[in-house]
């Protein structure tokens, strides 16, 4: 079964920083593309970031400079590391695969649970 | 940035009946578009990719069709399990930046 398990969220002070971690199963990250999507309370879906297979990674202009996006191969594991949080970043944040073949994408298949993220002093 | 708009933004329905969500690009996304289906509680889960085909698994109720800046998603003959909040994501952009819209949600009349 092809699964994702984020970890890593928390309650943390503004200013501060935080790692994400989004475990992959059931299929190899290094040869997909991946998605961090947040979730605000009470709101809707806001992209965040994503990793092409070979590597290549985009943000949201709200993120950018701020956030980094990376993994590793050898554990199959998606991250995301958040610097300089602010309290509009609270959320859940999903990890997502992307379903894609070369330019075509068939759209975020297989979804995370989700994990908290609170920016509050 | 490619904006997302959504119409309605609350859609009440008979169960048995037909729903029709909208939703408009502020620019043309040819057909890269995505519908998902997001219940409380839980990750939003894919509908529809290219505008108009079904992801694995969702019942052929659902049907999505549009291209360029305008689409929509049908669900007919309504089931109780379909009451969610709807979210359509493009997918065109680049460098890349998936928009959403804001969401529609669809309730039980």
């Known amino acids: 079964e092809e699964q994702l398990v984020e970890s890593g969220g928390g309650l943390i002070q503004p200013g501060g920083s935080l790692r994400l971690s989004c475990a992959a199963s059931?299929?190899?990250?290094?040869?997909?593309?991946m998605t961090w999507v947040r979730q605000a309370p009470g709101k809707g879906l806001e992209w965040v970031s994503v990793?092409?297979?070979?590597?290549?990674?985009y943000y949201a202009d709200s993120v950018k400079g701020r956030f980094t996006i990376s993994r590793d191969n050898s554990k199959n594991t998606l991250y995301l590391q958040m610097n300089s949080l602010t309290v509009e970043d609270t959320a859940v944040y999903y990890c997502?695969?992307?379903?894609?073949?070369?330019?075509?994408?068939?759209?975020?298949?297989?979804w995370g649970h989700g994990t908290t993220v609170t920016v509050s002093s | 940035e490619i904006v997302m708009a959504q119409s309605p933004g609350t859609l009440s329905v008979s169960p048995g009946e037909r729903a029709t969500l909208s939703c408009r690009a502020s620019?043309?996304?040819?057909?890269?578009l995505a519908w998902y289906q997001q219940k409380p509680g839980q990750a939003p889960r894919l509908l529809i990719y290219?505008?108009?085909t079904r992801a694995t698994g969702v019942p052929a109720r659902f049907s999505g069709s549009g291209s360029g800046t305008e689409f929509t998603l049908t669900i007919n003959s309504l089931q109780s399990e379909d009451f969610a909040v709807y979210y359509c994501?493009?997918?065109?952009?680049?460098?890349?930046?998936?928009?959403f819209g804001q969401g529609t949600k669809l309730e039980i009349k």
């Open positions: 997502t695969r992307e379903s894609a073949s070369g330019i075509q994408s068939y759209g975020m298949d297989v």
């Open positions: 059931g299929f190899s990250v290094s040869n997909n593309y």
């Open positions: 990793i092409y297979s070979g590597g290549h990674t």
């Open positions: 620019q043309t996304v040819s057909n890269k």
């Open positions: 290219g505008a108009s």
């Open positions: 994501q493009q997918y065109n952009d680049w460098p890349p930046k998936y928009t």
